[in-house]
């Protein structure tokens, strides 16, 4: 299979030396890639910004902000059999970003956020009938309805549900639902188990 994965966290620039991001450190993303690539698949890894070394053997693209990472979504999604967004792309990103630096002063100061297109939304209106797309939601309540509803929403194949304790961290808790299943728990587990269970669902559909 041919693998479209995405990573990191997406930066959008307030000027051109300050920007609005999150806490992804990539490892999600890079330990996906790896399975993927040792199950014997062909990666396409879009990264935005991450700490993680990238493994050999991947055709890399690096974005920074949700819209390079949108375009490059579109670019290649027509030619992967399965997109992974397991990247966190900014909700939001400054309307109306300075073109030098920002002088501080001693005012409050108001940014207007403009919400960013849903890349993962926009492959799920997108994929032909061969194609898995799956996502991540990361919650801090009601994690199983509100993956579902993401999962409806974004007509997704499987969805893989955490809560904010996963971000950068080593190890984490999740749950994986596709459209043919119920939930399954991976409990306590390295970021690489949960990725080898994740590409083996899907080899499996
Ligand atoms: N995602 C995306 N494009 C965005 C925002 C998120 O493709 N602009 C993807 C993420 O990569 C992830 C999934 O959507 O796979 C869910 O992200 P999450 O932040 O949990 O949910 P949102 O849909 O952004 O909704 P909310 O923040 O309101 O929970």
């Known amino acids: 299979m041919h693998f479209l994965i995405t990573a990191g966290g997406t930066r959008e620039y307030i000027d051109p030396v300050r920007f609005i991001s999150n806490a992804s450190s990539g490892r999600m993303g890079c330990a996906l890639v790896r399975a993927a690539l040792r199950a014997g698949h062909k990666v396409t890894l879009i990264t935005a910004p991450s700490s993680q070394h990238v493994p050999a053997g991947v055709t890399l693209i690096k974005v920074e902000t949700a819209s390079e990472m949108f375009q490059a979504v579109k670019r290649h999604f027509a030619k992967c059999d399965c997109l992974i967004m397991a990247a966190a792309v900014a909700d939001y990103a400054p309307a ?98 949960i990725a080898r269970k994740i590409i083996r669902t899907i080899e499996r559909r």
């Open 96 to 193: 109306r970003p300075a073109k030098t630096k920002m002088k501080k002063t001693a005012n409050l100061l108001t940014l207007k956020l403009r919400p960013t297109a849903d890349i993962l939304k926009w492959a799920g209106s997108h994929k032909n009938s061969g194609q898995v797309v799956a996502g991540f939601a990361l919650e801090d309540k009601a994690l199983k309805r509100r993956a579902e509803k993401k999962m409806l929403e974004k007509n997704l194949d499987m969805i893989v549900a955490n809560t904010p304790e996963a971000i950068a961290a080593e190890r984490s808790t999740v749950w994986i639902k596709t459209a043919c299943a119920d939930w399954t728990k991976i409990e306590n587990a390295s970021k690489q188990t």
